[in-house]
């Protein structure tokens, strides 16, 4: 079976009060960026996963997972 990886960004983001357009302008990215990455249509760089991270007071691996 192949992996993919898949996220809880948008469950992050939302609890934490924040809009795709808010989470996009905090760590330099476009708001459409953002919605990819949430809906899984585009893998984020390394650096933009640690971004994504930082603003949202998680570790990488608590945003981020392998699922089959």
């Known amino acids: 079976m192949a992996e993919h990886l898949t996220n809880r960004l948008k469950e ?4 934490r009060g924040l809009t795709q357009a808010q989470l996009a302008e905090a760590i330099g990215v476009s708001r459409k960026t ?3 990455v949430e809906n899984g249509v585009f893998v984020p760089s390394t650096i933009i996963a640690l971004k994504l991270a930082a603003v949202l007071g998680e570790p990488v691996e608590a945003l981020f997972f392998l699922a089959e």
């Open 12 to 15: 992050l983001r939302e609890a």
């Open 34 to 36: 953002v919605n990819t």
